[in-house]
């Protein structure tokens, strides 16, 4: 069970200091498919969505910086949250919403956690960062690696989109497939272990491979 109680539950997001010397906190608005994990800032409390001033007349102002990364309108973005279960565990997990009509509405459609004990969630995705093995892949293809270099094998290259993580999260290749059969080299890497991730159009395919 979840504890929405907790001073240690947060938010990712960005601080920008006032002139009267407190900070402001801004969650971030994090695309789909964005890893959320321990790259990210978190922080605690006082966050603001999307903000604006009115200043009478029927008119409103707003400077870019205070107004928030969901200002003026977001639709179909995540909060990114790292929060402590009732056995005081963290998870991270996604929020998604839509800020709507300059700020005045907020809609909070989903959300979804790593049940994994602190192990990174893809924003968006309901699918076990860690327990990836076992998935039903939507994508038909065969993903293998050789010395330095991974392979790709498919027939749905149109739009199919390749992107490869370490195992700290870290999304650090991403491609467009040009091909039914293509390969990408791997030597400016460190050896271990990789997570390669096809996208097309809501379907995927994920598989961890080796480099040497």
Not at 11 to 38: M, R
Not at 172 to 195: C, D, F, H, T, W
């Amino acid at each position: 069970m979840i504890d929405p109680l907790s001073e240690a539950n947060q938010v990712a997001g960005n601080s920008f200091s006032t002139i009267y010397s407190y900070y402001k906190y801004w969650p971030y608005a994090l695309s789909p498919g964005y890893l959320i994990n321990n790259n990210l800032d978190f922080h605690t409390y006082g966050f603001t969505m999307a903000s604006r001033v009115d200043i009478g007349n029927g008119t409103s102002w707003t400077h870019d910086k205070d107004a928030g990364y969901w200002w003026p309108s977001m639709e179909d973005h995540y909060l990114g949250v790292h929060f402590v279960d009732a056995g005081s565990n963290y998870h991270y997990g996604w929020i998604r919403c839509s800020v709507l009509d300059s700020a005045e509405v907020l809609v909070i459609k989903d959300f979804a956690y790593e049940t994994e004990t602190d192990h990174p969630i893809i924003a968006g995705d309901t699918v076990s960062y860690v327990g990836i093995e076992n998935f039903t892949n939507s994508i038909s293809a065969t993903v293998y690696s050789f010395s330095k270099d991974i392979y790709i094998l498919t027939e749905t290259i149109q739009n199919t989109e390749v992107v490869i993580y370490n195992l700290n999260g870290k999304q650090i290749i991403s491609n467009v497939l040009q091909s039914k059969s293509e390969s990408i080299s791997m030597k400016n890497y460190p050896a271990g272990v990789y997570l390669v991730t096809l996208l097309n159009d809501g379907n995927r395919f994920d598989k961890k491979v080796f480099i040497e």
